[in-house]
């Protein structure tokens, strides 16, 4: 079973704009274990209308290392018309190479 713990976001003021920038952190457990964790942020009413966030995935014990995880970034637009153009096949994400990911067995 998948289970998602989650933090009380953060909040503060984007550098560029001014706007409040709100920062989520969430744990998943995968049968009671720790199995991933995603950090996601996204700033209200800034210009560019997309949430930024990174997924790990790994070994999170206590005698888990970084070697043993492995990060993705990502990036969804909620502009409608960049939604829009999902539907035509045009992936929206900022993806690592894709040996990268088939590699990784998690």
Known sequence: MINIEFETP???ICECCGNVTVRLTRFVYRNG???AVYYAQYTSGHSEKRLSGLIGIGEWGEMGTPEERIAFPFQIWTDE???QSWSRGRCRFT???CNIPRAHTR
């Open 95 to 97: 993806l690592q190479p």
């Open 10 to 12: 953060t909040e503060s």
């Open 81 to 83: 018309k960049k939604l």
């Open 33 to 35: 274990d720790a199995h």
